[in-house]
C-alpha cells in the first residue's frame, strides 16, 4: 500500500466508525474506500468484516447494563444467528468473483436505501408492534435472524437497520432495549463471519489492522460527537457517496 492509500483507508475507516456510532451505514464509506484502493470486490467485502468488527465489540460494551436483562433471549438467538452466519460467509466465499463485482452495486443501492428511508422504517416499525412478552423469541424470530444473519455475513451494509425493524415489529421493546439486542447479534454475526473468513478467506491483513484501529477512534469520537450533528444530514451524506460509488462501479 501507499502512504497516500494508507491515509485513504484510515480515513474511510474513521468515518465508518464515527457514521456507525451516529446513523449506521459506515460500510458504504469503508467498503467502496477499499475498492478504490485497488482490492477485488470480495477481498474488499471480507476484509472491511474484520476491520469494522472491533465497533461492534466496543458498542455492545456500551450497553452492558441493557444487556443483562435479555441474557436468554440472546442465548435463544444465538444460534439461529450463528447457523445464518456460517451460511452467508460460506455462500459469499463460494460466489465467483465476476458475479460479486456484478452485484455488488445492487447491494450498494440496497443499502443506501434502506439508510435514505430508516426513518420510515421505524415510524412504520412503531405502527405495527404486536404486544408480546419481551422474554419470548417466537419461531419467527428465529427465522427472521437466521436471514439477517445470512445477508450480514454476505455484506452485512444496513444490517442494523434491518435487525431493528424486525426486533420492533416481532419483539416490540423499550428502543434502547431493542438497539443493544441488535448490537449484540450485529456482533455475534460478524464475529462469526470474521472467524470464518480469517481460517477461509481473502482477508488483507494490513489494511484491516490499520483501519481497525481507525474505525474504534472514529466510533469513540462519533458517541461523543452524536448530540451535535444532524443524523438526517449525515444520512444524506452517507447515502449520496454510497450511489455514487455504486454508480461508478456499475460503469466499470
Known sequence: MSLLEVLGLVAAAFAAGAVNALAGGGSLISFPALVAAGYPAKTAN????????????????????????????????????????????????????SAFEAIVPFLILFAALLLAVQTRIAAFVAAHRRPRPPSEAPLELHAAVFVLAVYGAYFGAGLGILTLAVLGIVLPDDLQRSNALKGVLSLLINAVAVVYFAAFGPVEWPPALVMALAALTGGYAGAHLARQLSPRLLRTAVVVFSVVAALVLLVR
Do not use: D, K
Open 46 to 97: 471480507v476484509t472491511n468484516t474484520v476491520a469494522l468488527w472491533p465497533g461492534y465489540v466496543g458498542g455492545s460494551f456500551g450497553y452492558r447494563e441493557l444487556l443483562v436483562p435479555q441474557r436468554r433471549t440472546i442465548a435463544l438467538l444465538a444460534g439461529s444467528s450463528i447457523a445464518g452466519a456460517v451460511a452467508g460467509s460460506a455462500i459469499l466465499l463460494s460466489t465467483p468473483e
